[in-house]
């Protein structure tokens, strides 16, 4: 009891740490141990600029991927040669592209024959041998109509040039021969054992990589001086884009009704829809390599902290002494391992953006990182060093004042 006239005596306060207290006590530790911090942050670093990269790098790719695949279009399909019942390779007939034309849900339809008996070559002294894998195709007029591509010089051909000895060479073609530039005097190329002038070359046609390495003629000149004998090998087919499903189980039938399975089609759009799958499958393999530094980074900040806790025995004995809680001394090495993830992450996410940038300016791809990228990345960091910061916190916390006063 408390004698009478005297006042009880008040509780002794319990030592609280604020918020901002363990900021301070936190930044103040890493800043006495500036080299072994960055270096324990540079595993972080490394980790989420190469999750963000991945990301972005992946994310510009795909839109540009996407954006080009929507500019040619997905509404276009092509017909060829298919097999007949005994498994050799059927010719498609003279009629196919008139009845392919008659479908309904069909806009355009071009067809082109690869002209197997004809070569084409930069001059007549060239070996016979050196066809630099470029070939000689007839084509319709209205080919790059339906293609949807465009001239990089010159002209097309046309109804009353598809009659002379004129051609219009795709985009590697023209690069393989040489000929960058149409001059005041036309070059020629020697094809099919005659020379023939070029009067267009064309830009490149991602949906159609067999063009960009052809000489293109008309059907005229081609049945004319070529031996083209009136059957096409290769027809391109522009649909109305809701119709497109149901005009391709048509194609085959009408382009071929007399040899099932005489007439093949394709979509050319699935190729690069291919490529789009690819490139996801090797962005799991990239982020799975940005995990294990992240799990580094991790190994390395636990390491470094459970070296602190060895290191500062007397600070941890001095506070304890001063009255600093168990708790104070776990939040105070849990705040460093946090700063050391916060810092090495926004490091990180500002080089992997620094990377996506430099990537997608260099490929001309709009740079796009996702925001869940950003934010996440930033989170996963923090709660890698968080998780890392645990054990080396619950031992400093463990030390009781005279066992940590003993071993200074």
Known sequence: MTPPGTR?????????LRPGDALRTGVSGLRYRRTRAAL?????????????????????????????????????????NGQTLGGQEAELPVTATPMIRRITGVEQAAPTAIL??????????????????LAVRAADPALLSVLGGSLMQGTFLSAAESRYPVTVLGHQAAMSLGIAVLGGSPPRVFLGGRWFTVVGILNPLPLAPEIDRSALVGFPV?????????????????TDVNATTQVAALLGPTASP???????????????TARLAVAQASTTLFLGLGA???????????????IAVLERRS??????????????????????????????????????????EVVARARHWTPLIPPQALWGGLAVAVTIAAVAGLYPATRAARLSPTEALRTT
Request: no cysteine; charged share 15%; hydrophobic share 50%.
């Open 315 to 356: 600070e941890i004995g001095l506070r304890r002494a001063l009255g600093a809680a168990r708790s104070h001394i776990a939040a105070q090495f849990l705040t460093e391992a946090v700063l050391l993830g916060a810092v090495g992450g926004t490091v990180g996410l500002l080089a992997g953006a620094a990377i996506t």
């Open 40 to 80: 324990s942050a540079l595993g972080i670093t490394i980790g989420i600029a190469a999750l963000v990269a991945v990301l972005g790098i992946t994310r510009s790719s795909q839109s540009a991927l996407l954006a080009e695949i929507d500019q040619l279009g997905t509404n276009l399909l092509t017909v060829t």
């Open 258 to 272: 007399e040899t099932p399975g005489g007439a093949a089609v394709s979509q050319p759009s699935a190729a690069l």
């Open 292 to 306: 294990v530094a992240l799990l580094v980074g991790g190994i390395g900040i636990a390491n470094v902290m459970v």
């Open 222 to 238: 081609a049945a004319a001086d070529l031996g083209y004998d009136g059957h096409p090998t290769l027809i391109y087919v522009r």
């Open 8 to 16: 009880p005596r008040p509780a002794p306060r319990r030592s609280t």
């Open 116 to 133: 197997g008996s004809a070569r084409v070559y930069r001059s007549d002294r060239e070996p016979v041998f050196d066809t630099g894998g």
